[in-house]
T-cell receptor
Framework: GENVEQHPSTLSVQEGDSAVIKCTYS??????FPWYKQELGKRPQLIID?????GEKKDQRIAVTLNKTAKHFSLHITETQPEDSAVYFC???????????FGKGTMLLVSP | DAGVTQSPTHLIKTRGQQVTLRCSPK?????VSWYQQALGQGPQFIFQ???????QRGNFPDRFSGHQYPNYSSELNVNALLLGDSALYLC???????????FGPGTRLTVL
């Protein structure tokens, strides 16, 4: 089955800095890669996703890049703000099956 | 437009008991997936229901079972509860083959 590794487990940045979280996956059949943000005690919320026919996707301060050959994908957050502080999860699945395999999460702390 | 809802919010049970958790999908969604999230971990896929049938299953024992009703709502049942079943149980809904999953707020199960 699929295995998703996520690094780092914690990331502390100053407000305004950029943050990068990296994930690798094992199953070459995976072709859908969402990112979720989970605040303490809240539900995971989808913030961005990418399909394998695209190498990069951007939405305001958030971008995701995908390298299919190396089987890794990354989340980039620019101009971080204190409200970006949360746990971020990457996930992978095969399109059409809707079964997500998650990484273990990255706790992002943005200090004012 | 209501999002994904789950009930109850919290539940406390003792070892050996049985529990039923409920999920109503987002309007327009027909597929429900259940995940278990242990403290400090990413969600783990339990199973997925579509057209009232279990379509896919993760690495969980038969003590975990489910059901989907004609209105697409779903139940997760866990028999013979173990201490290790204590976790946040999340359901996510999607439209089959469209893959974007939206999570409910979860049910926090504590087994004593």
């Amino acid at each position: 089955g699929e295995n998703v590794e996520q690094h780092p487990s914690t990331l502390s940045v100053q407000e305004g800095d950029s943050a990068v979280i990296k994930c690798t996956y094992s199953d070459s059949a995976s072709n859908y890669f969402p990112w979720y943000k989970q605040e303490l005690g809240k539900r995971p919320q989808l913030i961005i996703d990418i399909r394998s026919n695209v190498g990069e996707k951007k939405d305001q301060r958030i971008a995701v890049t995908l390298n299919k050959t190396a089987k890794h994908f990354s989340l980039h957050i620019t101009e971080t703000q204190p409200e970006d502080s949360a746990v971020y999860f990457c996930a992978a699945s095969e399109l059409g099956y809707s079964t997500l395999t998650f990484g273990k999460g990255t706790m992002l702390l943005v200090s004012p | 437009d209501a999002g994904v809802t789950q009930s109850p919010t919290h539940l406390i049970k003792t070892r050996g008991q049985q529990v039923t958790l409920r999920c109503s999908p987002k309007s327009g969604h027909d597929t429900v997936s259940w995940y278990q999230q242990a403290l400090g971990q990413g969600p783990q896929f339990i199973f997925q229901y579509y057209e009232e049938e279990e379509r896919q299953r993760g690495n969980f024992p038969d003590r975990f079972s489910g059901h989907q009703y004609p209105n697409y709502s779903s139940e997760l049942n866990v028999n013979a509860l173990l201490l290790g079943d204590s976790a946040l149980y999340l359901c996510a809904s999607s439209r089959v083959r469209l893959d974007t999953q939206y999570f409910g707020p979860g049910t926090r199960l504590t087994v004593l």
